[in-house]
């Protein structure tokens, strides 16, 4: 009898132990896959994307590079090592707020000091929300030789989304020139000024297709059967619905994006969820992301035009093409149709109207502070600095420090850049955004906003009069480590003492990049409560090139220890451990 219970005792402890055991595995294998590992080397390639081949900056062999896909709450670690031979490389992570994690921002000359050749680092951050983000290169103008990608974070397991669909898909937008990089900075940074011009091809997910029977053209360089720039093409199948995760990163180019014969509802926008409403055409901006629903619901026989157009520029650049395949119909297959001409280049009205109907979602409402602890108002300007062509705020073009400004402030480098603040306002009374400048000369500065922690702020965004007359541009502003309140949009001057008064605190709308159309101003608010550097510009290449950006530091005592293997430029090189 006591045998009998002594061999029960021990069987049951041996189950208890396997119990146990795959307990720790099941827990082990949990929080592995909560960690997203990616290895990728970043190197120049020939590439035809529009059928015109040239150096390329692709990631494992890509460009776009892979899509990251995770989950709310992952842990993303991303190896990148830089094979470009003779260029230094960041990796920003678009829309990803990096809370805890600033010096991952991949923002060269703000968080970090650049990879070097041959180098390789390690970006690792916590994807804390669900939405469609960005990733790109954050040194010099390599965005636009293609380095560049999508993020997908999907949320937690058993939590639902305010919409439905049968599948997911993800584009990217991009505008293609085929000078190099290297040629555009040149010209930007020369006397006398060479404009990079309008681009040669748009490409919808890096599928494009340049005119290669030019006199001018090489034939040796542009082949128009080469497969790398057979069009894009996404198949659907007939009668199920479809969420497209669209995003822009251009170089130059505002977009409106369309399907030949379809309705789009907009449902997500930078991460937030939308109130839904229908567009023929998506007006999208360079560093925005929008989720549309789709409904594959006409004739299945044939075959629709996916097509992009550049508005907000006089261009000449051809619309870029796609095809929308309905299964089983060949995917290569044309339509039977003239694509889709698009909205006028120059009607700045629809592109308005879309930007105030995007309202959060009201079952996803967060409201924001109802008064702000500062206001600055950031007059956009094209200048001249000493002869030489820059974008301004408020008169100030900026120019990045050698010391990283996280590095400098964390240890006390204050002399690494200015200390002058830069400017809260402009002469709003006297300057008239309509015309050009009687003075249109500028100063440079690397000086930064020192921002209360914790405090709420007011940003407007003021548009005017380049130096060309009856010309005002579109520029979108993405600032980073943050998500902030689209309080208002409105046309001509800002007045302080009446624009607030219609700012929307009912259902706006939270977005990390945002337009500030021609003539026009917009109006965001934020909390600085994420502790760190942040920038904050045009997300137009040439003009954060030319100097039109700022930056923010907020709580730079809560930021823990930094880690070396941002270090090794500038003033940082006496902390840089290899």
Same mark, same amino acid.
């Given at each position: 009898?006591?045998?009998?219970?002594?061999?029960?005792?021990?069987?049951?402890?041996?189950?208890?132990?396997?119990?146990?055991?795959?307990?720790?595995?099941?827990?082990?294998?949990?929080?592995?896959?909560?960690?997203?590992?990616?290895?990728?080397?970043?190197?120049?390639?020939?590439?035809?994307?529009?059928?015109?081949?040239?150096?390329?900056?692709?990631?494992?062999?890509?460009?776009?590079?892979?899509?990251?896909?995770?989950?709310?709450?992952?842990?993303?670690?991303?190896?990148?090592?830089?094979?470009?031979?003779?260029?230094?490389?960041?990796?920003?992570?678009?829309?990803?707020?990096?809370?805890?994690?600033?010096?991952?921002?991949?923002?060269?000359?703000?968080?970090?000091?650049?990879?070097?050749?041959?180098?390789?680092?390690?970006?690792?951050?916590?994807?804390?929300?669900?939405?469609?983000?960005?990733?790109?290169?954050?040194?010099? *103008?390599?965005?636009?030789?293609?380095?560049?990608?999508? *993020?997908?974070?999907?949320?937690?397991?058993?939590?639902?989304?305010?919409?439905?669909?049968?599948?997911?898909?993800?584009?990217?937008?991009?505008?293609?020139?085929?000078?190099?990089?290297?040629?555009?900075?040149?010209?930007?940074?020369?006397?006398?000024?060479?404009?990079?011009?309008?681009?040669?091809?748009?490409?919808?997910?890096?599928?494009?297709?340049?005119?290669?029977?030019?006199?001018?053209?090489?034939?040796?360089?542009?082949?128009?059967?080469?497969?790398?720039?057979?069009?894009?093409?996404?198949?659907?199948?007939?009668?199920?619905?479809?969420?497209?995760?669209?995003?822009?990163?251009?170089?130059?180019?505002?977009?409106?994006?369309?399907?030949?014969?379809?309705? *789009?509802?907009?449902?997500?926008?930078?991460?937030?969820?939308?109130?839904?409403?229908?567009?023929?055409?998506?007006?999208?901006?360079?560093?925005?992301?929008?989720?549309?629903?789709?409904?594959?619901?006409?004739?299945?026989?044939?075959?629709?035009?996916?097509?992009?157009?550049?508005?907000?520029?006089?261009?000449?650049?051809?619309?870029?093409?796609?095809?929308?395949?309905?299964?089983?119909?060949?995917?290569?297959?044309?339509?039977?149709?003239?694509?889709?001409?698009?909205?006028?280049?120059?009607?700045?009205?629809?592109?308005?109207?879309?930007?105030?109907?995007?309202?959060?979602?009201?079952?996803?409402?967060?409201?924001?502070?109802?008064?702000?602890?500062?206001?600055?108002?950031?007059?956009?300007?094209?200048?001249?600095? $000493?002869?030489?062509?820059?974008?301004?705020?408020?008169?100030?073009?900026?120019?990045?420090?050698?010391?990283?400004?996280?590095?400098?402030?964390?240890?006390?480098?204050?002399?690494?850049?200015?200390?002058?603040?830069?400017?809260?306002?402009?002469?709003?009374?006297?300057?008239?955004?309509?015309?050009?400048?009687?003075?249109?000369?500028?100063?440079?500065?690397?000086?930064?906003?020192?921002?209360? &922690?914790?405090?709420?702020?007011?940003?407007?965004?003021?548009?005017?009069?380049?130096?060309?007359?009856?010309?005002?541009?579109?520029?979108?502003?993405?600032?980073?480590?943050?998500?902030?309140?689209?309080?208002?949009?409105?046309?001509?001057?800002? $007045?302080?003492?009446?624009?607030?008064?219609?700012? $929307?605190?009912?259902?706006?709308?939270?977005?990390?990049?945002?337009?500030?159309?021609?003539?026009?101003?917009?109006?965001?608010?934020?909390?600085?409560?994420?502790?760190?550097?942040?920038? &904050?510009?045009?997300?137009?290449?040439?003009?954060? &090139?030319?100097?039109?950006?700022?930056?923010?530091?907020?709580?730079?005592?809560?930021?823990?220890?930094?880690?070396?293997?941002?270090?090794?430029?500038?003033?940082?090189?006496?902390?840089?451990?290899?």
């Amino acid at each position: 009898m006591v045998e009998h219970d002594f061999h029960q005792q021990t069987q049951s402890l041996v189950k208890l132990v396997v119990l146990v055991c795959l307990l720790f595995l099941s827990a082990s294998i949990s929080v592995e896959a909560r960690i997203r590992h990616y290895q990728w080397e970043v190197k120049y390639e020939y590439k035809s994307p529009d059928c015109f081949k040239k150096p390329s900056i692709s990631i494992n062999g890509k460009t776009p590079g892979p899509t990251i896909v995770a989950q709310q709450g992952d842990t993303v670690v991303v190896e990148v090592k830089n094979s470009l031979l003779t260029e230094n490389l960041a990796i920003h992570w678009h829309g990803i707020r990096q809370i805890g994690t600033p010096w991952a921002d991949g923002t060269e000359g703000v968080t970090q000091c650049p990879i070097v050749p041959g180098d390789t680092f390690i970006y690792k951050f916590v994807v804390d929300r669900a939405g469609t983000y960005l990733y790109h290169a954050h040194y010099g *103008m390599q965005r636009q030789a293609g380095l560049q990608g999508m *993020m997908r974070v999907s949320l937690p397991d058993g939590v639902l989304e305010p919409f439905s669909y049968d599948h997911d898909r993800s584009i990217l937008l991009t505008d293609w020139y085929h000078k190099s990089t290297y040629e555009q900075a040149t010209g930007l940074a020369s006397l006398p000024f060479s404009w990079v011009g309008e681009p040669q091809s748009i490409l919808i997910h890096g599928r494009g297709r340049f005119n290669c029977s030019i006199p001018t053209i090489d034939p040796t360089l542009c082949n128009a059967t080469n497969p790398q720039c057979t069009p894009y093409s996404m198949t659907v199948v007939p009668g199920k619905t479809y969420r497209l995760r669209i995003g822009s990163l251009t170089a130059l180019s505002a977009l409106s994006f369309e399907i030949e014969g379809h309705n *789009m509802t907009v449902v997500e926008a930078d991460g937030h969820y939308v109130e839904p409403f229908v567009v023929k055409n998506l007006f999208i901006y360079s560093g925005e992301t929008y989720s549309v629903l789709i409904k594959a619901d006409q004739d299945p026989t044939r075959n629709y035009w996916a097509s992009t157009k550049v508005v907000s520029r006089n261009n000449t650049t051809p619309n870029g093409l796609g095809i929308f395949n309905y299964y089983p119909n060949h995917p290569r297959r044309y339509p039977p149709t003239v694509p889709p001409s698009g909205p006028r280049w120059d009607d700045v009205a629809p592109r308005m109207a879309q930007s105030v109907a995007i309202k959060s979602h009201r079952d996803f409402i967060h409201a924001p502070p109802l008064t702000s602890d500062r206001v600055i108002v950031m007059l956009n300007t094209q200048n001249r600095v $000493n002869g030489y062509v820059r974008w301004s705020v408020n008169n100030v073009s900026f120019n990045m420090p050698h010391t990283p400004y996280l590095i400098a402030l964390k240890h006390n480098l204050l002399h690494a850049f200015e200390q002058t603040p830069p400017p809260d306002n402009y002469d709003q009374k006297n300057y008239d955004i309509f015309n050009i400048a009687p003075n249109v000369n500028a100063t440079t500065s690397n000086s930064i906003y020192r921002l209360k &922690f914790n405090t709420t702020v007011d940003i407007i965004l003021q548009n005017a009069n380049t130096m060309n007359l009856n010309n005002s541009e579109t520029h979108p502003w993405h600032l980073h480590g943050h998500d902030f309140w689209v309080m208002g949009y409105g046309n001509g001057k800002f $007045n302080q003492s009446i624009d607030p008064k219609n700012y $929307n605190f009912v259902n706006p709308i939270m977005k990390n990049t945002i337009p500030v159309h021609p003539y026009g101003w917009t109006a965001l608010r934020f909390r600085a409560d994420n502790p760190g550097v942040w920038a &904050f510009h045009c997300h137009i290449e040439s003009h954060f &090139f030319m100097g039109m950006g700022v930056v923010f530091e907020e709580g730079i005592e809560k930021v823990g220890k930094l880690p070396t293997s941002i270090m090794g430029c500038g003033e940082s090189k006496r902390f840089h451990r290899p």
